[in-house]
């Protein structure tokens, strides 16, 4: 009973984070709900409903597709593809409490998923407007995402790695460090 047990985010939550971290969370309070922008192939689906009218068209300034989750517009049949693969609620019937499962989606949709990959490109932006060369920006970056310095070990693998720093940068926030409160 010494400590709590481990918690991952929900989905609003690592959405927020994501969001926040890149430095790019609109804080705005209140006002009408949000359409983030959707993935290509679920763009054109989005568009159209059945019955001709449009389902779902994203808000016209990008910052204000960038306001926290509880603002997003729910269509029980178009969920967010990032918010369904981390146990957000269904809207097609009630939930007195969330599920909470771990499965192969969740991880290829926080490396490959829009959000992370655009949000990494921006925290990467971020750290190299705060830092210059490798290892200092490789410090940055732990500081921004992981709240922690780089451990010897962690800052000599990451200063050695070939790829650029939006990758290090989507590497972060896959952690599990990241996405799980101890």
């Known amino acids: 009973m010494w400590r709590a047990n481990r918690r991952r985010l929900e989905a609003e939550e690592i959405r927020d984070s ?23 192939d679920l ?25 926290r989750s509880i ?29 909470v499962t771990t499965t192969p989606l969740q991880a290829l949709s926080m490396m490959n998923g829009y959000l992370v990959q655009d949000e990494a490109a921006q925290l990467a932006e971020r750290v190299e407007r705060n830092a210059k060369g490798r290892a200092a920006e490789v410090t940055k970056a732990f500081q921004y995402v992981l709240q922690r310095p780089p451990s010897a070990a962690e800052k000599a693998k990451f200063e050695k790695f070939s790829g650029g720093l939006d990758a290090i940068c989507r590497v972060l926030l896959n952690a599990n460090e990241f996405l799980y409160l101890d």
């Open 18 to 40: 994501v969001l926040y971290i890149s430095g790019r969370l609109n804080p705005e309070r209140g006002g009408p709900s949000i359409f983030p922008p959707l993935p290509a």
């Open 43 to 67: 763009a054109d689906f989005a568009r159209y409903g059945r019955g001709g009218g449009v389902m779902w068209e994203p808000n016209e300034k990008e910052e204000d597709a960038r306001r």
């Open 71 to 99: 603002y997003i517009f729910h269509r029980r049949s178009l969920p967010l593809p990032v918010m369904a693969a981390f146990d957000a609620p269904v809207f097609s019937e009630s939930c007195e409490r969330r599920s």
